[in-house]
């Protein structure tokens, strides 16, 4: 399993950053934990036709369910300023106040879409040079987050002796993937996963 953390400014969706996310990565989770608040909630009630809609100062308690690119299914609670407990399916429309950070769990996928590249994957017209290993799954993952967001990127990949130790003098590095920025190593998985949750990836288009 791998974890992304997930931080949402005032007036963000809830249910919609989730569902962005879970396309982004094109894969199966769940949300892990979750701290923060909303200004606007709507979950569905049992038995109910309608959602029902809460406004104010409401203090998310729990967030619980399953993250799919097919779609999401998730339980919230969350306490009014009475401190009475509300409760239901998550709905569209549920807005932060001041911040919500989550941390959403992620199922290792197969590796094997890595051997898949094709001349699409190296623009050689980039800022972004990804470096990857074959077999590696955060390779595969770091490959997923580039394809998602159309930004171009030239991979190239270590299928020989000699590309390894031209990348390990390269950067220094016996690791990867790694991730150059206009010639400039930046690191591996995580500094990229950071760039694409913060939003700093979109600039480099």
């Known amino acids: ?25 094109n894969s199966e989770g769940f949300v892990l934990g979750v701290v923060g608040n909303l200004s606007r909630a709507a979950f569905q009630c049992p038995g109910r036709a309608e959602p029902t809609v809460l406004e104010g100062n409401l203090e998310i308690i729990t967030l619980n369910g399953t993250l799919s690119p097919k779609g999401v299914h998730l339980h919230l609670s969350l306490s009014d300023v009475d401190c009475q407990v509300w409760g239901g399916h998550l709905e569209l429309g549920s807005q932060v106040l001041k ?15 890595l051997q898949n590249l094709n001349t699409s994957d190296r623009t050689k ?20 987050i580039l394809r998602s967001t159309d930004i171009p990127h030239m991979i190239s ?49």
Request: hydrophobic residues 35%; proline residues 6%.
């Open 1 to 25: 399993m791998r974890t992304i953390p997930l931080k949402l400014g005032p007036g963000a969706d809830l249910r919609a950053s989730l569902e962005q996310v879970v396309r982004d990565e």
């Open 125 to 144: 017209d980039s800022r972004i040079e990804l470096v990857v290993l074959p077999g590696c799954p955060w390779s595969s993952r770091a490959v997923r």
């Open 157 to 205: 990949i270590i299928d020989s002796e000699d590309k390894f130790k031209e990348f390990q003098s390269r950067s220094e590095l016996s690791t990867f993937p790694q991730i150059f920025i206009d010639g400039k190593l930046i690191g591996g998985y995580e500094s990229l996963s950071e760039l694409h949750t913060s939003g700093k990836l979109t600039s480099y288009k």
């Open 99 to 113: 911040a919500a950070d989550l941390l959403v769990g992620f199922i290792d996928e197969d590796p094997r879409p």
